[in-house]
T-cell receptor, first 112, second 114 residues
Framework: SQTIHQWPATLVQPVGSPLSLECTVEGTSNPNLYWYRQAAGRGLQLLFYSVGIGQISSEVPQNLSASRPQDRQFILSSKKLLLSDSGFYLC???????????FGSGTRLTVV | AQSVTQLGSHVSVSEGALVLLRCNYS??????LFWYVQYPNQGLQLLLKYTSAATLVKGINGFEAEFKKSETSFHLTKPSAHMSDAAEYFCAVTVSGGYNKLIFGAGTRLAVHP
């Protein structure tokens, strides 16, 4: 069966520090991968999606970037965090449209 | 482009009462529709999905939803609320083709009181 791992679960980082969040999927090949952010009291905002190694599409301009160095690995990064980067970050994978998404357990990022 | 509107950001019911969470969608092509549940500080869990088969879809934990094309709705219901149903619920839409981007509604927080 397929599983998705996301870490760390919580992170407190000072403003201006770098960020690296990692997500890996097991049990499937060539998944579509996604990063979402959920700010306090708000819905889910799609940040990035990837349909293959090295293929990244950005949905909104921001202080973050994403990379997919391996088929089942998706990384969210920032060179310098802002206070507004705080939120709950969720990684997800999908196979095809009708299958929906499977989400990781999320990372709670607090920028101080 | 697709969009989802969830009516009511907060819904409160008594334990044992009917749960009704509303979702309306907009799509120019036949949609795939989903309901997800999120417990505090956790990821999203799929409750049920509509993918153009039966219009009445049954999901986990006793939830079900009915796809009504004429009303462009996909409301989530449960006959009898349980305390453990307290969570946030998201409706989402996507379409075949493209990159399977799921568009989420703003969410509805369900409170269940004794």
């Amino acid at each position: 069966s397929q599983t998705i791992h996301q870490w760390p679960a919580t992170l407190v980082q000072p403003v201006g520090s770098p960020l690296s969040l990692e997500c890996t999927v097991e049990g499937t090949s060539n998944p579509n991968l996604y990063w979402y952010r959920q700010a306090a009291g708000r819905g889910l905002q799609l940040l990035f999606y990837s349909v293959g190694i090295g293929q990244i599409s950005s949905e909104v301009p921001q202080n973050l970037s994403a990379s997919r160095p391996q088929d089942r690995q998706f990384i969210l990064s920032s060179k310098k965090l802002l206070l507004s980067d705080s939120g709950f970050y969720l990684c997800a994978w999908s196979f095809r449209a009708g299958y929906g998404y499977t989400f990781g357990s999320g990372t709670r990022l607090t920028v101080v | 482009a697709q969009s989802v509107t969830q009516l009511g950001s907060h819904v409160s019911v008594s334990e044992g009462a009917l749960v009704l969470l509303r979702c309306n969608y907009s799509s120019s092509v036949p949609p795939y529709l989903f309901w997800y549940v999120q417990y505090p500080n956790q990821g999203l869990q799929l409750l049920l999905k509509y993918t153009s088969a039966a219009t009445l879809v049954k999901g986990i934990n006793g939830f079900e939803a009915e796809f009504k094309k004429s009303e462009t709705s996909f409301h989530l219901t449960k006959p009898s609320a349980h305390m453990s149903d307290a969570a946030e619920y998201f409706c989402a839409v996507t379409v075949s083709g493209g990159y399977n981007k799921l568009i989420f509604g703003a969410g509805t927080r369900l409170a269940v009181h004794p």
